[in-house]
T-cell receptor, first 114, second 112 residues
Framework: ETGVTQTPRHLVMGMTNKKSLKCEQH?????MYWYKQSAKKPLELMFV???????ENNSVPSRFSPECPNSSHLFLHLHTLQPEDSALYLC?????????????FGPGTRLTVL | QKEVEQNSGPLSVPEGAIASLNCTYS??????FFWYRQYSGKSPELIMF????GDKEDGRFTAQLNKASQYVSLLIRDSQPSDSATYLC????????????FGKGTKLSVKP
């Protein structure tokens, strides 16, 4: 595997389900990010982890819960989501202090909440 | 509120022409600037980054930065149908770790 990978690529869930999105980066980076991309809206930064510590949480609802067990893995735990949470969820990674923190994206998880 | 503005398009150019994509940003303290390409249904792919005023060329792509005017552009020479995609401008204002502010993107269509 190379670059940034995400699983699953597609997810359909009901409002009462609990699911998790997984991201893994194979670039040796030390920072990872979760973004949400909805139609007609710019990419929205949700969470940032640097050296496995959360450094930013842009007022994301508590139904989204991130976890970063090490510098290569990032999870987004989902529970009691709303239909408006349907979107493309993108993971990215960067090397803090390197090339101005250029971020590289994974393929994304297309989430549909019924 | 820090903002990045792009014309949503679509911008339509004939094959072989130069496509010019523009982006303005509100935070005068912004330090680094990125262009990403996103094909429909795919994730953003980094094309170029630029930090200093002036031009930066990479193959058919040229990024131009004017910090005084708070303006960054991307020129695509000899446009190809495969360049048809949405181009995202992103700005790092140098604040919080990895705080990239994205524009909504400009959709480019290159007609054969």
């Amino acid at each position: 595997e190379t670059g940034v990978t995400q699983t699953p690529r597609h997810l359909v869930m009901g409002m009462t389900n609990k699911k998790s999105l997984k991201c893994e980066q194979h670039l040796g980076h030390n920072a990872m990010y979760w973004y949400k991309q909805s139609a007609k809206k710019p990419l929205e930064l949700m969470f940032v982890y640097s050296l496995e510590e959360r450094v930013e949480n842009n007022s994301v609802p508590s139904r989204f819960s991130p976890e970063c067990p090490n510098s290569s893995h990032l999870f987004l735990h989902l529970h009691t989501l709303q239909p408006e949470d349907s979107a493309l969820y993108l993971c990215a990674s960067s090397q803090s202090g390197g090339q101005q923190d250029t971020q590289y994206f994974g393929p994304g998880t297309r989430l549909t909440v019924l | 509120q820090k903002e990045v503005e792009q014309n949503s398009g679509p911008l339509s150019v004939p094959e072989g022409a130069i496509a010019s994509l523009n982006c303005t940003y509100s935070d005068r303290g912004s330090q680094s600037f990125f262009w990403y390409r996103q094909y429909s249904g795919k994730s953003p792919e980094l094309i170029m980054f630029i930090y200093s005023n002036g031009d930066k060329e990479d193959g058919r792509f040229t990024a131009q930065l004017n910090k005084a005017s708070q303006y960054v552009s991307l020129l695509i020479r000899d446009s190809q149908p495969s360049d048809s995609a949405t181009y995202l401008c992103a700005v790092n204002s140098g604040g919080s770790q990895g705080n990239l502010i994205f524009g909504k993107g400009t959709k480019l269509s290159v007609k054969p």
